[in-house]
């Protein structure tokens, strides 16, 4: 089992920035994939952006320079800096970790961004 802990959202005014970490516990050898999605109300959860365990890593297309996912293997987490927020980036943002054969989920964590 691996366990997930995000922290580091809230709520900030469009334009502001936030960083998000988090932490894997448990089973954490051999996670393939460590990455983040949103969840808006009303809509599907969505891909921000994920990093394999050799450093590849993958954007939405609604990124746009704006986010910046990093990974510290020493600490076993996972951060998802963001600059430039704006009102459309106001979700529950979930970390997700792939470790075969399935995909572990944190509780989530709120973020708010105000006009």
């Known amino acids: 089992q691996v366990q997930l802990v995000e922290s580091g959202g809230g709520l900030v005014q469009a334009g502001g920035s936030l960083r998000l970490s988090c932490a894997a516990s448990?089973?954490?050898?051999?996670?393939?994939?460590m990455g983040w999605y949103r969840q808006a109300p009303g809509k599907q959860r969505e891909l921000v952006a994920h990093?394999?365990?050799?450093?590849?890593?993958t954007y939405a297309d609604f990124v746009k320079g704006r986010i910046t996912i990093s990974r510290d293997n020493a600490k076993n987490t996972v951060y998802l800096q963001m600059n430039s927020l704006k009102p459309e980036d106001t979700a529950v943002y979930y970390c997700?970790?792939?470790?075969?054969?399935?995909?572990?989920w944190g509780q989530g964590t709120q973020v708010t961004v105000s006009s």
């Open positions: 448990g089973s954490i050898s051999s996670i393939a994939v």
């Open positions: 990093i394999t365990s050799g450093g590849v890593i």
């Open positions: 997700n970790a792939f470790k075969t054969p399935r995909s572990y």
